[in-house]
């Protein structure tokens, strides 16, 4: 969604220097700003809601049913994963959480023009810096110090901006969430359980425990995605998608999931495939649940859609308003190396081979290293060239 968003501003650039690319395109008058920015999609998107964007998804299935693009075979054979929607959220630490509540506090106190005894924007800005230093070093003494000195600054800013907008109605409202939200991050414990700050711009993001070995922990909100398990003929659908708010058991969203998803789509699921995540989900139809792995009641055909369940799960990633799959920072691209627990998506097609496959000028087989030795010399040799290495010495 990203690239399409540069793209789009992209092409509308092009069209401001133009007066008459404007008028052709229904202009009255000539535009000297965007008519869209980055943002207009996602604030649309807001602006519609839940049911309304439930309802695009409908119309969109019901014109592919009808124009065949997707069967009702389709439909009935679903395969149900969930996925991590990740945040824009740094790595949460005691140190920057506590770091970002005091800037975040002084900016607020200075913009309502409210008076503190002291920000502390310098000397805080030095003990996160110290804290990240010595538990590198594995000075861990001496980080707790710096982390307790961040603790202790952070409360004398909370306890002075409360003293200072006591009775005030218009700044208690305006400091209540901050306040509330810097007061958590300076309360929380590494170790402690139950919900936690991560972000003070994003506090609904989760933790969420993929069992990677590349990123065991993911911060962002679950996400249940409902694909066919069949190969449609207009292409890959995703029936259904649903944000799973508080990290719930995946077994416990089945039944709500293929609810919702059989109401969508008006067509009862017969096949549901699903991965080992949702053993003793609460569907009411157990039967029609296939766990990969499952060896009892498997026939030929339930064999073949269980092994293309691994093949669509990668289409998670590819999905256009959805979870988006890291795949690494671009400007690392050549430090990537293929790893077994990462997700390795198939290429794209060669379009060129299978155009000239059927050149006469073309050999489809490549030959092997052995043969390359007695290959006809190149064209742009000259025949004196040649004359010279077939002459007997």
């Known amino acids: 969604m990203r690239e399409y968003h540069v793209r789009f501003c992209e092409g509308l650039r ?29 604030r649309w998107r807001q602006r519609l809601g839940e049911e309304q964007l439930v309802a695009l998804i409908q119309e969109s299935l019901s014109v592919a049913h009808k124009t065949g693009a997707i069967g009702a075979k389709d439909l009935e054979r679903v395969v149900v994963d969930t996925t991590v929607q990740p945040k824009a959220v740094a790595h949460p630490t005691d140190a920057r959480l506590m ?11 200075k913009r309502n023009r409210v008076p503190l005894r002291q920000s502390y924007l310098r000397l805080a800005k030095r003990a996160a810096i110290m804290v990240g230093r010595y538990t590198h070093a594995h000075q861990f003494k001496r980080a707790r110090r710096q982390l307790t000195f961040l603790r ?4 004398r800013i909370i306890r002075d901006i409360r003293r200072k907008i006591d009775g005030d109605m218009v700044l208690e409202a305006r400091f209540d969430p901050l306040l509330g939200l810097a007061q958590q991050v300076r309360n929380q414990d590494q170790h402690q359980r139950g919900p936690k700050v ?4 994003a506090p609904e993001v989760e933790c969420i425990g993929k069992g990677k070995a590349r990123a065991p922990y993911e911060f962002g909100c679950k996400v249940s995605i409902a694909t066919p398990a069949t190969s449609p003929k207009g292409g890959q659908f995703v029936l259904h998608a649903k944000a799973l708010h508080g990290n719930p058991f995946d077994g416990h969203t089945l039944g709500p999931v293929i609810a919702d998803m059989e109401k969508l789509t008006g067509v009862e699921a017969r096949r549901i495939h699903v991965d080992k995540g949702y053993r003793g989900h609460n569907h009411a139809h157990r039967f029609r649940v296939w766990i990969s792995g499952q060896v009892r009641r498997v026939t030929a055909a339930i064999r073949r859609e269980m092994k293309r369940r691994a093949r669509h799960r990668p289409r998670q990633g590819r999905t256009p308003h959805g979870p988006q799959l890291s795949q690494g920072p671009p400007w690392r691209s050549h430090q990537r190396r293929p790893c077994r627990c990462r997700l390795q998506l198939r290429p794209a ?39 010279c290495r077939s002459a007997p010495p």
Do not use: W
Request: glycine content about 6%; charged content about 25%; proline content about 9%.
């Open 198 to 201: 991560y972000a003070l711009h």
């Open 349 to 387: 097609p060669a379009m060129a081979g299978r155009a000239f496959a059927h050149h006469p000028h073309v050999r489809r087989n490549r030959p092997g290293p052995k043969h390359r030795l007695n290959q006809t010399p190149h064209r742009f040799f000259t025949d004196d060239h040649k004359a």
């Open 14 to 42: 092009v069209k401001l220097p133009r007066p008459t690319r404007q008028y052709l395109c229904g202009e009255l008058s000539f535009c000297h700003r965007l008519p869209f920015d980055r943002s207009s999609m996602t």
């Open 99 to 109: 770091h970002r509540a005091i800037i975040k506090l002084v900016g607020l106190a």
């Open 152 to 155: 202790t600054r952070l409360g």
